[in-house]
């Protein structure tokens, strides 16, 4: 088990990483649905998914994309975008 303060930081990078999604889904998707997944086992997996239209062809991550980057690094974790169509 880690230690008190790594775990609240993984929550904390945890929680604002899907709050970050969740607001690039309301600002760019233009979707009518949104489901945020929580799997807790070994590790922690989050999944932001929407019924919109996709990310561009040419698509260029922005402050967002790259903020939740620098959060999820910053406690050890990969953080992955993916879209289908």
């Given at each position: 088990?880690g ?8 929550g904390?990078?945890a929680?604002?990483r ?5 607001a ?9 649905n949104c489901w945020?997944?929580?799997e ?7 999944t ?6 996709g ?12 903020s939740?980057?620098e959060?999820?690094a ?11 169509s």
């Amino acid at each position: 088990m880690g230690s008190p303060g790594r775990e609240s930081a993984q929550g904390r990078g945890a929680g604002l990483r899907v709050v970050e999604a969740v607001a690039n889904v309301l600002r760019y998707a233009h979707a009518d649905n949104c489901w945020v997944g929580v799997e807790l086992g070994d590790t922690l997996v989050l999944t932001v998914a929407d019924d919109g239209n996709g990310l561009p062809d040419r698509f260029r991550p922005g402050a967002g994309m790259e903020s939740m980057r620098e959060r999820a690094a910053a406690i050890g974790r990969p953080n992955r975008s993916k879209a289908w169509s």
